[in-house]
């Protein structure tokens, strides 16, 4: 059964503090997606990756930061955590062949107090 | 990208064929359609996918009209357990070169009521 699996389900991190959120697929998928949800926003893309070392930006990259260093392993980071990162952070992977069949993970409910 | 519009919610009794429908008037030849499904407090799961015409599996049906500028996700006699918010995709399946992004819009949330 294929997975993606988050680190955490639920994290409450502080103003300023440097947060990872890590997230490990075993599909041997070369696309990786970090994504966040907000109530009335629906899921807004924060960057993607095709491969190992390369990342983009995608509509709400601000504040955040990513790193593939190996195929299986996509982390976002949070230079600096504020009160409007608190939000839910969902990863998602696909392969090349079928970019558009993408597994989620459960999701980490990231609250910055 | 293909820009998607489909309805914020809709509601309805449970029993009862349930279709929503997406659309994408900017949809390129080689875009397919792609539908998912997301419970609460959990990640969108992947649905159904269609390029043309009709595909059904298990779960949904989708219909393409010729133009395909939209498309019908159908959900035959829903249950309480179909409530959850379903969202309309339109990219290339195979991103070949890279650098694909899958962007989703906010869905459509569906509640079937009893």
């Known amino acids: 059964d294929v997975k993606v699996t988050q680190s955490s389900r639920y994290l409450v991190k502080r103003t300023g503090e440097k947060v990872f959120l890590e997230c490990v697929q075993d599909?041997?998928?070369?696309?990786m997606f970090w994504y966040r949800q907000d109530p009335g926003l629906g899921l807004r893309l924060i960057y993607f990756?095709?491969?190992?070392?390369?990342?983009e930006k995608g509509d709400i990259p601000e504040g955040y930061s990513v790193s593939r260093e190996k195929k299986e392993r996509f982390s976002l980071i949070l230079e600096s955590a504020s009160t409007n990162q608190t939000s839910m952070y969902l990863c998602?992977?696909?392969?090349?062949?079928?970019?558009?069949?993408?597994?989620f993970g459960q999701g980490t409910r990231l609250t910055v107090v | 990208l293909a820009k998607t519009t489909q309805p914020i919610s809709m509601d309805s009794y449970e029993g009862q064929e349930v279709n929503i429908t997406c659309s994408h008037n900017n949809i390129a030849t080689n875009d397919y359609i792609t539908w998912y499904q997301q419970f609460p407090s959990q990640g969108p799961r992947f649905i159904i996918q269609g390029y043309k015409t009709k595909v059904t599996n298990e779960v949904a049906s989708l219909f393409i009209p010729a133009d395909r500028k939209s498309s019908t996700l159908s959900l035959p006699r829903v249950s309480l357990s179909d409530t959850a918010v379903y969202y309309c995709l339109v990219g290339e399946v195979a991103s070949g070169a890279g650098s694909y992004q899958l962007t989703f819009g906010k869905g459509t949330k569906l509640s079937v009521i009893p």
């Open positions: 599909m041997d998928h070369e696309n």
């Open positions: 998602a992977s696909s392969s090349l062949a079928r970019s558009t069949e993408a597994f």
């Open positions: 990756s095709y491969d190992v070392k390369m990342k």
